[in-house]
């Protein structure tokens, strides 16, 4: 599997596949906090797939079709889901767990793609590839990698901060609680001014997952 070539059945792939992953990666963040007690997610009407309760233009259609149009790793975001850590059982834990479902969601995604494509024989070909199926199934692969491994960067308010958050020491802890309301503007500029050096961590990261997964299917 390559980078896709731009076109007009790809852009609409993207922007098919980019609104069904953001919503699940979200409504699983609610589904496990309510899980471990907390019910802040379902009372907010967020426990749903209604996709006006969770897209964010800019994040949600913007970003990742701009980027599909550059020919740039695509990813994206929604709203976040509210949650009230007080609520969750196992403290920081808890939160990490709700944290983590959200890319783990969108990496089994990118595995269930990566599977109707590769079975039904869309990745064969390039016309099988260009077929809007083939389309989907690319989109559905690079697209729910691309969400994954954006979600995990470390930096508040993305889910891979509440992971560390439950691994780090208390000093970190500060750093961090301190860092939450500058995170999206470290994050925004990480994106514009890192924009090489971001997109080669996120090409390389979809190209090794892609690997993994034809490792698994025997494919080497």
């Not at 976040?80 to 969750?88: A, D, E, G, K, S």
């Not at 690319?138 to 954006?150: E, K, R, S």
Request: charge should be neutral; charged fraction near 10%; include cysteine.
């Amino acid at each position: 599997m390559k980078y896709m070539d731009i076109n007009f059945g790809y852009i609409a792939a993207v922007f098919l596949v980019s609104i069904f992953s953001i919503i699940l990666h979200e409504l699983m963040h609610g589904v496990v906090a309510y899980w471990l007690g907390d019910q802040t997610a379902k009372l907010s009407g967020r426990l749903t797939l209604n996709p006006i309760k969770h897209i964010d233009p800019v994040m949600s259609i913007i970003l990742p079709v701009c980027l599909a149009l550059m020919g740039m790793p695509v990813f994206g975001g929604a709203k976040p889901v509210p949650i009230n850590t007080r609520n969750l059982k196992g403290g920081e834990w808890g939160f990490a767990a709700v944290a983590i479902a959200g890319p783990l969601t969108n990496f089994i995604l990118a595995f269930i793609f990566f599977l109707i494509g590769h079975f039904s024989g869309a990745f064969d070909s390039a016309m099988n590839l260009m077929s809007f199926g083939g389309l989907l199934c690319y989109a559905g692969v690079v697209l729910n990698i691309g969400l994954c491994l954006f979600n995990l960067i470390p930096v508040p308010p993305l889910d891979g901060s509440r992971v560390l958050y439950a691994l780090a020491p208390e000093g970190v802890r500060d750093f961090m609680q301190q860092m939450e309301k500058y995170g999206i503007i470290v994050i925004y500029v990480l994106i514009l001014v890192g924009g090489t050096a971001f997109s080669h961590y996120m090409a390389a990261g979809q190209n090794g997952i892609i690997d993994f997964f034809y490792w698994i299917v025997g494919v080497h």
